[in-house]
C-alpha cells in the first residue's frame, strides 16, 4: 500500500546522497549498499502492486489506523473505543505508559475484538 511511494523518496534520497558525498572515498562502499538497498526496496514495492491489483486493497477497517498495516490481533481502546492492532498498543504503552488521560494504562485494559470471517 503506498510502498511506491515511499520506493520513490528513497531513490530521490539515494540520489542526494550521492550528490553529497560522491568525493568521499570512505563513503563509496556505503552509498553503493544504500543503493542496493534502494534497488531491493523497489522490486518488493514492485510486487507489493502487483498484489494489490490482484488482490484488490485491503478495506480501511482491517488496517491499523497508526500504522497502516493489516491487523491480526485488533482491540478496542478503552477511553476512545478506537480498534487498532494489539502490537501497536503494546509498544506505546512500553514507551509511554501514562496515554490516556494521564492516566497509567496497560495492554490488559484493552478489549479484545471478534475475528472478521473473511474479507
Known amino acids: 500500500m503506498h510502498s511506491h511511494v515511499r520506493a520513490q523518496v528513497f531513490r530521490q ?3 542526494i546522497l550521492a550528490a553529497a ?5 570512505d ?3 556505503a552509498l553503493e549498499d544504500f543503493a542496493r538497498l534502494v534497488d ?3 522490486a518488493i514495492a514492485a510486487e507489493d502492486a502487483l498484489d494489490d491489483e490482484e488482490l484488490g486493497e485491503i478495506p480501511d477497517e482491517y488496517l491499523d489506523p ?3 498495516t493489516l491487523m491480526t490481533d485488533p482491540v478496542r481502546l ?3 473505543g478506537q480498534v487498532i492492532d494489539r502490537s501497536t498498543i503494546r509498544a506505546h504503552l512500553l514507551s ?8 497509567m494504562s496497560t495492554v490488559l485494559m484493552v478489549a479484545s475484538q471478534p475475528r472478521q470471517s473473511s474479507l
Not at 96 to 103: A, K, M, V
Open 27 to 29: 563513503m563509496a562502499e
Open 96 to 103: 509511554n505508559p501514562r496515554t490516556f488521560g494521564g492516566r
Open 78 to 80: 478503552p477511553a476512545s
Open 13 to 15: 534520497v539515494s540520489g
Open 40 to 42: 531491493r526496496f523497489e
Open 66 to 68: 497508526i500504522l497502516a
Open 21 to 25: 558525498y560522491s568525493s568521499r572515498l
